[in-house]
């Protein structure tokens, strides 16, 4: 098939996962070119006269001018966009999905909502991971651990509150990467426990991070987040592709519980999920104190990853869903 690639334009995590997708597709024999939307709309009616694509495929969507949705809609190609920002934008997503033909979303409670909206093909995808990138790797120098507990993302409250509970209740050092960590942890600014990374860091250096961490921590963005725009109040019921990176680079992670794990992972085998901050609280330290058991729960969450999670699983469903 050759595919059209529209990026969505946002920089950071989304050069990662547009690199991992082109090249995923190219992987699975298609012929793929991309377009860069800032290019303008002349330059995407020459791409796609001397391309010809069978396909155009987007993510997120946010950043497409309407004009250019709207002429794509009259050639007549079919078209498909990756909802990746699901619930949390869907004031914005619940207009943009009628542009396009296929609806993939990783966020399941959204596939009813917006078939509830009128679109019918909608489908649940979650994000994969890049196996190439997330992948087990040495401790440090010395073969140790560096930390024995990280949370890697934006500050949201929840992760505030477990993280300063158990700086309130046991002695583990803990690392934080990410936007705003820092304006919330000013009364432990000489604890020596926690270190604040309060930037975005690139994959291959959060993977480095992941092989040299005991415990990853990995919560989820609040459905009603201040800063949302999900008027419907969607909730999420999905995982995050962090639990998918995590889990390939054969690392350990705690995970709030969401209903959609279930269909992922095995509970107790290749995932451990907590309920609370005293659930999480006993689950640190149990876990920090059964070393084999930890490792072994996190090698076989990789297996599973390798086998049903990476870009290559989610773009070949894909392309198969549309093809038949």
């Not at 505030?160 to 000013?186: P, R």
């Not at 995982?239 to 680079?249: E, K, L, V």
């Not at 279930?262 to 006993?282: R, V, Y």
Request: charged share 20%; proline share 3%.
């Amino acid at each position: 098939m050759k595919i059209l690639y529209i990026p969505s334009g946002f920089k950071r995590i989304y050069l990662y996962f547009d690199q991992s997708i082109m090249k995923s597709l190219s992987q699975l024999n298609h012929a793929v070119r991309s377009f860069n939307i800032f290019y303008g709309l002349d330059s995407l009616k020459k791409m796609i006269n001397t391309f010809k694509p069978d396909l155009i495929l987007t993510m997120v969507g946010f950043k497409m001018p309407t004009s250019m949705l709207d002429w794509i809609k009259k050639q007549k190609i079919p078209t498909a966009i990756w909802m990746t920002e699901d619930p949390y934008f869907t004031d914005k997503t619940l207009n943009l999905i009628h542009h396009f033909d296929y609806v993939f979303t990783i966020e399941s409670s959204c596939v009813d909502f917006y078939n509830a909206a009128g679109h019918k093909n909608v489908h649940h995808l979650p994000l994969g991971t890049n196996q190439n990138i997330f992948l087990p790797q040495s401790k440090n120098k010395n073969g140790y651990y560096d930390h024995d507990i990280c949370f890697v993302g934006y500050a949201y409250p929840e992760r505030i509150k477990f993280t300063k509970f158990l700086l309130d209740h046991s002695s583990h050092s803990i690392l934080t990467i990410g936007g705003n960590w820092q304006l919330d942890f000013a009364k432990y600014q000489h604890n020596r426990r926690i270190r604040i990374i309060n930037h975005w860091v690139e994959p291959q250096r959060v993977a480095s991070i992941y092989n040299r961490t005991k415990i990853i921590l990995n919560s989820h963005r609040p459905y009603q987040f201040k800063y949302n725009r999900n008027g419907k109040g969607v909730i999420n019921q999905s995982i995050n592709n962090r639990t998918f990176d995590i889990a390939s680079c054969a690392a350990f992670q705690l995970i709030d519980h969401k209903p959609d794990l279930i269909n992922h992972f095995s509970e107790g085998k290749e995932i451990i999920s907590f309920t609370s901050t005293e659930d999480l609280l006993k689950k640190v330290n149990y876990y920090l104190e059964h070393e084999k058991e930890r490792k072994e729960i996190a090698k076989n969450a990789r297996q599973r990853v390798l086998y049903n999670d990476t870009f290559t699983h989610r773009l070949n469903r894909m392309m198969n869903i549309i093809k038949n």
